[in-house]
């Protein structure tokens, strides 16, 4: 249909379907995405009265989503981190808007010794999950949420996203195909053994930038590879696969 009204409707009518999780719209992706940069204030040597904005969850990420930064002490002796949440693009914290605030306490020690995850969980419809923990395991937690979100909603919401706090390299389907990429390195030998190594590299790699949809691209790239690879050794008269080569983002520890 070439009316606009009707464009505009029936798009309207997906992205509710899809924020209500609709059983007959699963198998639609998921587009929507975060709108502005969520992160934590980081210490800035080179100017201590100002704070730097430290993204963990960046602007125009597929949603949902759930990523986590490492974060170390910064003074000596340092007893505590506390987490300040800003939302914003400016290189400066006090330029972009701040969300809420956590403290976290921590053993003593000298600086860099000690550290924290902070892991942002964040959903389709705006509930926002800051979760703090120190190397001991103790834990803080903040939800914020909507005004129009009801707390037994938030926490249906939060169920449902809890999946996504497993980093990817724990997560089945990604776990096993790495170890199907150790099974085939064990039975190969010269290049294409070299090939499947590298390969395997590169995909931790992949999984350690948390992003969703690179991650679901690099496991088809691999799981092609590992096909022709697997046919191959099945079938010598067939040809050697050919590798390839994909840009990745690699993890960042940062101070507080």
């Given at each position: 249909?070439?009316?606009?009204?009707?464009?505009?409707?029936?798009?309207?009518?997906?992205?509710?379907?899809?924020?209500?999780?609709?059983?007959?719209?699963?198998?639609?992706?998921?587009?929507?995405?975060?709108?502005?940069?969520?992160?934590?204030?980081?210490?800035?040597?080179?100017?201590?009265?100002?704070?730097?904005?430290?993204?963990?969850?960046?602007?125009?990420?597929?949603?949902?989503?759930?990523?986590m930064g490492v974060y170390y002490?910064?003074?000596?002796?340092?007893?505590?981190?506390?987490?300040?949440?800003?939302?914003?693009?400016?290189?400066?914290?006090?330029?972009?808007?701040?969300?809420?605030?956590?403290?976290?306490?921590?053993?003593?020690?000298?600086?860099?010794?000690?550290?924290?995850?902070?892991?942002?969980?964040?959903?389709?419809?705006?509930?926002?999950?800051?979760?703090?923990?120190?190397?001991?395991?103790?834990?803080?937690?903040?939800?914020?949420?909507?005004?129009?979100?009801?707390?037994?909603?938030?926490?249906?919401?939060?169920?449902?996203?809890?999946?996504?706090?497993?980093?990817?390299?724990?997560?089945?389907?990604?776990?096993?195909?790495?170890?199907?990429?150790?099974?085939?390195?064990?039975?190969?030998?010269?290049?294409?053994?070299?090939?499947?190594?590298?390969?395997?590299?590169?995909?931790?790699?992949?999984?350690?930038?948390?992003?969703?949809?690179?991650?679901?691209?690099?496991?088809?790239?691999?799981?092609?590879?590992?096909?022709?690879?697997?046919?191959?050794?099945?079938?010598?008269?067939?040809?050697?696969?050919?590798?390839?080569?994909?840009?990745?983002?690699?993890?960042?520890?940062?101070?507080?």
């Amino acid at each position: 249909d070439s009316r606009p009204d009707t464009a505009i409707a029936l798009g309207a009518g997906v992205c509710a379907g899809m924020k209500a999780r609709a059983g007959d719209l699963k198998e639609l992706v998921l587009t929507d995405v975060c709108p502005f940069t969520l992160g934590v204030a980081r210490y800035n040597e080179s100017e201590r009265e100002r704070d730097l904005m430290s993204p963990i969850i960046e602007r125009n990420s597929v949603l949902p989503t759930s990523k986590m930064g490492v974060y170390y002490t910064v003074r000596d002796g340092q007893d505590k981190v506390d987490v300040r949440i800003y939302q914003g693009e400016n290189r400066y914290c006090a330029d972009n808007a701040l969300l809420g605030e956590l403290q976290v306490p921590v053993p003593p020690a000298p600086r860099g010794r000690q550290s924290v995850r902070i892991r942002f969980t964040y959903d389709i419809n705006g509930l926002l999950e800051v979760e703090v923990v120190n190397e001991a395991g103790q834990a803080e937690r903040l939800v914020l949420q909507n005004k129009d979100m009801t707390a037994q909603e938030a926490e249906r919401r939060l169920k449902e996203l809890s999946r996504l706090k497993l980093h990817p390299r724990e997560q089945e389907e990604y776990r096993a195909m790495a170890a199907r990429g150790e099974r085939l390195y064990a039975v190969t030998v010269g290049s294409l053994r070299e090939q499947v190594g590298d390969l395997l590299d590169w995909y931790q790699r992949v999984l350690s930038t948390q992003e969703a949809l690179k991650i679901a691209k690099a496991t088809k790239r691999l799981d092609r590879f590992f096909d022709q690879a697997e046919a191959y050794l099945g079938d010598a008269a067939l040809s050697p696969p050919e590798p390839f080569d994909e840009p990745f983002d690699g993890d960042e520890e940062e101070d507080l």
